[in-house]
């Protein structure tokens, strides 16, 4: 296969340079940059169809009063690139540069068409200016007349959103009508070379990040990479205006396929998808576009513009472990019916000098901060220790804080006396999924304290009416309970989800594990026992405490021998070592 003849042809049908390098398959990046330089090893030297010297002197001589001008058009009328010379001749030396530098404006040589140009003394009129012609594959996405506009869009977005990230990433939203004329210019050229592969076409996408993208850096002076390495990735969205009529002919191509979507319009509320553009053109040939009225991709009245420009940096977790010291505060905002049931929540305590230290407005943080940790307590159960593991999802920051603002942060949560945050460091998304795995296989150790309600079954000497005391064969019968022989593990007990808990978690009943427990009298308090006990994670501790009428078995009571309840409930440590090191801000 002759590269420079599918060079020319696709040039014949109306393609910009970057769209038949595209055909060609070339992946070079640098090609597409550089695209002017790179294409013409797929140029030959004056064929037939460019205009001999002779043919254009023959029509020069039957015009009167102008004077001798040589054009040498390197392109057929279809053709929206043109590399051109021009003499006169009295200046020989004036080629087409002297006669841009006396124009009213530069002149793209892959975006202009030559036709029926009139020079006089070797100056192009303002009135007479090249007519731009739009590339019928890529309907001017490509070509480098219709990027200003996306520039300064792009510069005012990121200036407006002030993100320090150094490097970014772009990506292109391309008007569905590109599809269906890459998929006609492809045909055309497999029906007049049939050992042509269009599987070879480079993306769309890929030539526009390697040509525009590189020409975006350095117009808003940041580094371009992918986006597998920068986190901030620009979006640039384009529309065609015509795209609604040209997409019509899809219908001819696969009606079967849009009198169904039509059929079930609550389905697919949008008739044209990309989706569904590429099912239609999937068995296209040919022969069918001709029949619908495309026997070539036709010239586009106007190129595809920007319509808009996003951005967004990939999110930063910012993790820790919280210590929580209140008997009155929810892990997260309680509202029950619309009712806000406490005052704060160590979400909140720590979600607010974060906000702060981003600039985030209170609505900003409800969509733009989130919260996570490895499982919860209770609001009456405080959480002591080295705390609980958790993180801090920030979507979109417009930069990173630096280790002094960090420390100030967590000066901040502390402040309060109800929620302490001795550190807070950046984590990577793979240990943000350790953090979620923990919450389901961490152990805990928590201490209970709890009072005895009844006489034990060995107190037979004992009559009701006498004050019910913790006893030392109480203690040495709870610390040497256990009902399994399975290595590690004290008590093996059932528990069906607790009542408390049923309006969030479904009704199960789930196998949980005492892995240590121990026992000890309070002084001062015959009534009254410490529990130290370590469990595994989904214990619920209160229950097993007081057995929920029976819904957690065998409870506290099987090794007590006596009715016990629970009076206050602490976890002591969360055993899971996370976050393990401290993380310089990801870039």
């Not at 597409?32 to 030297?45: I, K, M």
């Not at 022989?485 to 949980?512: F, N, Y």
């Not at 619920?540 to 078995?553: D, N, Q, S």
Request: one cysteine or more.
């Amino acid at each position: 296969m002759n590269q420079k003849t599918i060079f020319k042809f696709c040039k014949d049908l109306g393609c910009c340079d970057r769209c038949c390098l595209r055909y060609l398959g070339v992946k070079i990046p640098n090609a597409y940059e550089n695209s002017n330089e790179y294409v013409a090893r797929f140029q030959d030297e004056p064929t037939s169809n460019i205009k001999s010297q002779e043919d254009i002197q023959s029509n020069e001589n039957t015009t009167s009063g102008k004077d001798n001008v040589i054009v040498t058009d390197a392109v057929t009328k279809s053709d929206n690139t043109c590399s051109a010379s021009v003499h006169t001749d009295n200046d020989s030396d004036k080629d087409i540069e002297g006669i841009q530098d006396n124009a009213t404006g530069d002149v793209d040589s892959d975006n202009i068409h030559n036709d029926n140009m009139e020079y006089k003394n070797g100056i192009l009129p303002p009135t007479k200016r090249r007519k731009l012609h739009h590339c019928v594959s890529c309907l001017g996405i490509l070509q480098e007349d219709t990027w200003p506009d996306t520039n300064l869009m792009l510069k005012e977005m990121l200036h407006k959103k002030s993100y320090e990230c150094p490097t970014f990433a772009c990506a292109l939203s391309a008007p569905i009508a590109t599809l269906l004329r890459e998929r006609a210019v492809t045909l055309l050229v497999r029906e007049a070379y049939p050992e042509y592969d269009p599987n070879t076409l480079t993306p769309l996408k890929e030539a526009w990040k390697w040509s525009y993208g590189a020409q975006a850096a350095a117009h808003v002076g940041r580094s371009l990479h992918s986006g597998a390495v920068s986190p901030l990735l620009v979006t640039v969205n384009m529309e065609y205006p015509h795209e609604m009529q040209e997409l019509e002919i899809l219908k001819a191509l696969s009606p079967s396929l849009f009198e169904s979507r039509s059929q079930q319009r609550k389905r697919f509320a949008v008739e044209f998808t990309r989706r569904a553009a590429e099912q239609a053109l999937a068995g296209a040939a040919a022969a069918a576009l001709r029949a619908a009225g495309w026997p070539a991709p036709p010239e586009p009245a106007a190129h595809a513009r920007c319509a808009a420009v996003h951005a967004a940096h990939a999110p930063l977790h910012l993790a820790g472990r919280y210590i929580k010291l209140s008997r009155e505060l929810p892990q997260t905002p309680w509202i029950l019916n619309g009712v806000r049931m406490m005052e704060s929540s160590v979400q909140e305590i720590i979600f607010a000098p974060i906000a702060a230290a981003y600039g985030l407005t209170p609505e900003e943080c409800e969509h733009r901060l989130k919260f996570m940790s490895a499982g919860r307590e209770d609001v009456d159960v405080r959480c002591l220790g080295d705390g609980r593991p958790f993180a801090v999802e920030v979507t979109d920051p417009r930069r990173e804080l630096t280790e002094a603002e960090l420390k100030r942060v967590c000066e901040d949560i502390s402040a309060g006396g109800k929620v302490v945050v001795r550190e807070m460091m950046y984590v990577t998304r793979e240990e943000l999924a350790e953090l979620k795995k923990g919450e389901e296989t961490k152990c805990k150790t928590y201490e209970a304290l709890c009072i005895k309600l009844s006489h034990s079954e060995h107190e037979h000497d004992k009559s009701p009416t006498e004050p019910v005391t913790v006893t030392e064969q109480d203690i040495a019968n709870i610390n040497s309970y256990s009902n399994t022989s399975e290595p590690g593990v004290r008590v093996q007990l059932v528990q069906r989800t607790p009542i408390r808990v049923l309006h969030r978690r479904p009704l199960l009943a789930r196998t949980r594990h005492i892995l240590q427990l121990s026992a000890a009298a309070v002084p001062g308090q015959p009534a009254l026992l410490a529990l130290r006990v370590r469990t595994s994670a989904g214990t619920y501790v209160k229950e097993w405490v007081h057995g929920e009428l029976a819904r957690t078995a065998p409870a506290l009571q099987a090794a007590l021998r006596a009715r016990v309840d629970i009076l206050a409930l602490d976890v002591a440590r969360v055993h899971l070592d996370w976050p393990r090191r401290a993380h310089p801000a990801p870039r």
